[in-house]
């Protein structure tokens, strides 16, 4: 039977508080856990993440002394939750070790999201993202080679290949190509506006991850490097979160996320393999499943309306991290060469992405393309990782 998070009784928000020693949860094992345990965790960080800061920014528009208290309320639980979360992370993994997991997040969270999006241009809008992430992986496990001496076949574990995608020194382009169409919310189906929320804070929290770390490192080429690729990442933010139809009102914003959380929370109890971290997915579901009951009485109350008329009957099936291998090759072999313009995709360099171009390189090398250089002359090749066969695009390996 289909899991509908609006007729489920969560734990009450009274008994949510947890004390210091709940919090304290054991990380995974960095050498022994699934992949892709690792990859759920960095995903429901950024969920959270999304979350609080909504929150935040709700209070700030909301003048009702009550709704603010009650907000403060659900949100220290979150803040709560967010830190188990986060900290299940291991200490023991780098900073480029946790950052090549963020881009393996990236992409096979955004290529499930496309294969499984309705709506053709909301698809489009991740398959263009999804091939840039690619690309972040390939730099940095050429930076992880070159300067902690490893491989990212440490991280990803096979699942996900390490290749060229579209070169990250072509993702930087005007900020008013970065802005995409956002979905009618009158027409469009629950799941996208699910997807759309997912990814837009997936890549919100990977752009605040490296605002604040790069700078940590002392290397010039990865600080250059991590500087370069946070950028893209601000245009990814702007790319997605553009997509979310801005006449949604507060409330019908809160319900949304406060159902997306149910959703990736049961979605990710479901596909657990880790049994400590599966309690704590289910944990949390049962505290979101109060919390998205709050979102509703809000919503009622302010918009007038019953959360059936925005949210699916019932959850769709679980969002599930899954090798994509032979989707992003497609994409590859025939999208490596798109780019925006307006709101829409072109094949050419037309004269504002040219212009943008000049103005950022400055006539020099980025580091995205040092980075690859620095670590042929060091190790002797760049490092790939093509369980599939050569590039489908016909890059081939350089020695």
Not at 7 to 25: A, C, K, S, T
Not at 90 to 118: C, F, H, K, N
Request: aromatic share 10%.
């Amino acid at each position: 039977m289909a899991f509908d998070p609006l007729q489920q009784r969560g734990i009450p928000l009274d008994e949510q508080l947890r004390d210091w020693r709940e919090l304290n949860v054991t990380p995974i094992d960095p050498d022994h856990a699934d992949p892709y345990t690792r990859c759920r965790i960095i995903t429901m960080n950024g969920i959270e993440v999304e979350a609080i800061l909504f929150s935040h920014q709700l209070a700030r528009h909301c003048p009702d002394l009550e709704i603010k208290q009650q907000l403060a309320r659900v949100r220290y639980i979150e803040a709560q939750q967010q830190k188990t979360v986060n900290w299940l992370l291991p200490g023991a993994s780098s900073v480029l070790e946790t950052t090549i997991a963020y881009e393996q997040v990236a992409v096979d969270l955004t290529a499930w999201v496309a294969r499984m999006e309705p709506d053709p241009y909301l698809r489009q809008a991740y398959q263009f993202g999804v091939l840039e992430d690619f690309d972040h992986l390939y730099r940095y496990a050429n930076l992880y080679e070159m300067i902690e001496h490893r491989k990212a076949e440490k991280i990803v574990d096979n699942l996900t290949e390490v290749m060229p995608g579209r070169p990250t020194y072509l993702h930087h382009r005007d900020p008013f190509d970065n802005v995409r169409r956002p979905y009618v919310r009158s027409v469009t189906e629950p799941l996208s506006r699910l997807h759309a929320l997912t990814i837009m804070s997936a890549e919100q929290q990977t752009m605040n991850f490296y605002m604040n770390v790069g700078p940590m490192y002392m290397e010039p080429i990865a600080r250059q490097l991590y500087q370069e690729i946070g950028m893209v990442e601000e245009e990814h933010v702007t790319h997605y979160e553009s997509l979310v139809d801005p006449g949604e009102s507060l409330w019908e914003q809160l319900l949304n996320h406060e159902y997306n959380e149910c959703y990736l929370y049961y979605s990710f109890m479901e596909t657990e393999s880790d049994p400590k971290v599966k309690n704590i997915w289910e944990l949390h579901l049962n505290m979101e499943l109060e919390h998205l009951r709050l979102a509703a009485e809000l919503f009622k109350r302010f918009d007038g309306r019953d959360p059936d008329q925005v949210l699916a009957p019932a959850l769709p099936p679980p969002v599930t991290f899954e090798p994509n291998k032979g989707y992003i090759r497609d994409l590859l072999a025939t999208q490596i060469d798109c780019t925006t313009l307006g709101t829409g995709y072109v094949r050419e360099a037309h004269e504002r992405f040219t212009r943008m171009q000049e103005a950022v390189m400055g006539g020099e090398k980025p580091a995205s393309e040092r980075v690859i250089d620095d670590n042929r002359a060091i190790s002797g090749r760049e490092y790939r990782l093509e369980t599939e066969g050569p590039h489908p695009a016909g890059l081939q390996l350089s020695s």
